[in-house]
């Protein structure tokens, strides 16, 4: 398949056409923000930690009957995925309180949830990615009700896949944020990535934190958690 320009570059990732007007191809950086970019660093390893780590949930996804935009991975940094339009509303799931949950509503993190919550922002830099109901969302457009009713039910059900693959690996899944997009004939699949940047990830004996709050919240060992979750995925 021949790469062709590139379509975009975002903070972790670049996109780029290939001779398939339905397939891009996404590479994955080094490069490391938070606090909606205030933050910039570089965590080595990284990108070929997270294509790979998001290509093996996306086809363990897949495989419990979960479309996503996954294609092909083409080398450690680089992966095939369906072009999509993105909805604009990064899904947030918790299972235990943590980051920006534990601060708005006053609480210690790792309260464990009887049942898991969801909520939405609107993805826009510009506002620093506002909190928003599924009501607002439907005031804006930015998705139909529809599309909001399969976007809920898909990322209760990834969370059910998630959360035991990595009891199994001996890891708590905190929270994660999940992106879907529109395919041309207006499927919704799950999109954009899984990975120690999207998710919170806690050992389940010593809870220590093996995700980005390391960079966050200046932790130290980035490199080796990031590393540390590739060996609970893949094995030594
Ligand atoms: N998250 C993300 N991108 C964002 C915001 C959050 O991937 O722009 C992930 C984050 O890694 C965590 C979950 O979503 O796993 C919940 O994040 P939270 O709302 O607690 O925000 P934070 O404390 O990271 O600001």
Not at 161 to 189: P, Q, S
Not at 200 to 223: A, C, M, P, Q
Request: hydrophobic share 40%.
């Amino acid at each position: 398949m021949e790469i062709k320009e590139m379509l975009y570059e975002g903070k972790a990732k670049q996109v780029f056409a290939t001779e398939n007007p339905e397939i891009v191809m996404v590479h994955y950086k080094d490069d490391a923000t938070a606090f909606n970019g205030l933050k910039k660093g570089t965590i080595t390893g990284k990108g070929v930690i997270n294509n790979r780590v998001t290509n093996f949930m996306m086809q363990k996804l897949e495989g419990e009957g979960i479309p996503t935009h996954f294609v092909e991975e083409l080398n450690d940094r680089d992966t095939l995925v369906k072009k999509v339009q993105i909805v604009p509303l990064e899904v947030i799931i918790r299972n235990i309180s943590a980051g920006s949950f534990a601060k708005r509503f006053g609480v210690e993190e790792g309260i464990v949830f009887e049942n898991p919550t969801i909520e939405y922002s609107y993805k826009n830099d510009d506002l620093g990615d506002p909190m928003i109901n599924t009501a607002q969302a439907l005031a804006l457009k930015l998705a139909t009700p529809a599309e909001i009713e399969t976007i809920r039910t898909m990322a209760f059900r990834i969370n059910d896949v998630m959360k035991a693959f990595f009891k199994e690996v001996g890891v708590d899944l905190v929270d994660f944020k999940l992106e879907f997009g529109r395919l041309t004939d207006g499927t919704i699949v799950l999109a954009d990535e899984i990975s120690p940047d999207t998710c919170r990830f806690w050992d389940s004996k010593t809870h220590e934190k093996l995700d980005k709050d390391r960079f966050r919240r200046d932790l130290g060992n980035v490199e080796d958690a990031y590393q540390e979750m590739m060996k609970r995925i893949f094995g030594a």
